[in-house]
């Protein structure tokens, strides 16, 4: 079974400039969740979807960042206009929608760097 | 206060011996909780799940739960060099589906 996977890998990018990221999740899993780790930080939640509904975005930043899953398959996270503050890992994670739905698979994670 | 502690590291122990890692918590309505362990550079994997007080094995790893005093820990027996890695703590409140990290405690073993 593949795991959560995400692209790119790495993306360095200008300020001001627009980033989409992408995570597609395990199979079957509903759940899908946004997370960002700031250096030297903890892991923090962004957005949580179930298939394509946005179920909780209280992590979300600000307006600058926008969350989406269409089809409720993969899911993109786009910041735009980038500021230096946004720079950190992005981590995307999935779960079953039923049975063990609280344990989290996560995926590589993009690391992002605004200069 | 945060609302998960994790003593950040790093914890170094000889190869054999048993690694013990501790998190506390702060929200008293959580239900369920996590430990992840990541190495440099990639991702957070789940090891150990634990939802109710006491103890659950699985292999060399035991999670202790212990909600009156919000403690939960991870205990690594017989820890090797590959065991090296900063070890999560993350809790869900009951109710939601959302986990608060801890920001991890590094471990060393050496041979």
């Known amino acids: 079974e593949a795991g959560v996977t995400q692209f790119p890998s790495h993306s360095v990018i200008e300020k001001g400039q627009t980033v989409t990221l992408r995570c597609d999740p395990i199979?079957?899993?509903?759940?899908l969740y946004w997370y960002r780790r700031v250096m030297g930080k903890e892991i923090k939640f962004l957005l949580h979807?179930?298939?394509?509904?946005?179920?909780?975005e209280s992590g979300m930043p600000n307006n600058r960042f926008l969350a989406e899953r269409t089809g409720g398959t993969y899911s993109t996270l786009k910041v735009q206009p980038a500021e230096l503050e946004d720079s950190g890992v992005y981590f995307c994670?999935?779960?079953?929608?039923?049975?063990?739905?609280?344990?989290?698979?996560f995926g590589p994670g993009t690391r992002l760097t605004v200069t | 206060q945060k609302e998960v502690e994790q003593n950040s590291g790093p914890l170094s122990v000889p190869e054999g011996a048993i690694a013990s890692l501790n998190c506390t918590y702060s929200d008293r309505g959580s239900q369920s909780f996590f430990w992840y362990r990541q190495y440099s550079g990639k991702s957070p994997e789940l090891i150990m799940s634990i939802y109710s007080n006491g103890d659950k094995e699985d292999g060399r790893f035991t999670a202790q739960l212990n909600k009156a005093s919000q403690y939960v820990s991870l205990l690594i027996r017989d820890s090797q060099p590959s065991d090296s890695a900063t070890y999560l703590c993350a809790v869900i409140r009951g109710g939601s589906y959302i986990p608060t990290f801890g920001r991890g405690t590094s471990l060393i073993v050496h041979p």
């Open positions: 199979s079957g899993h509903d759940n």
């Open positions: 994670a999935s779960s079953q929608v039923t049975g063990k739905r609280y344990e989290q698979y």
């Open positions: 979807f179930v298939k394509e509904s946005k179920q909780d």
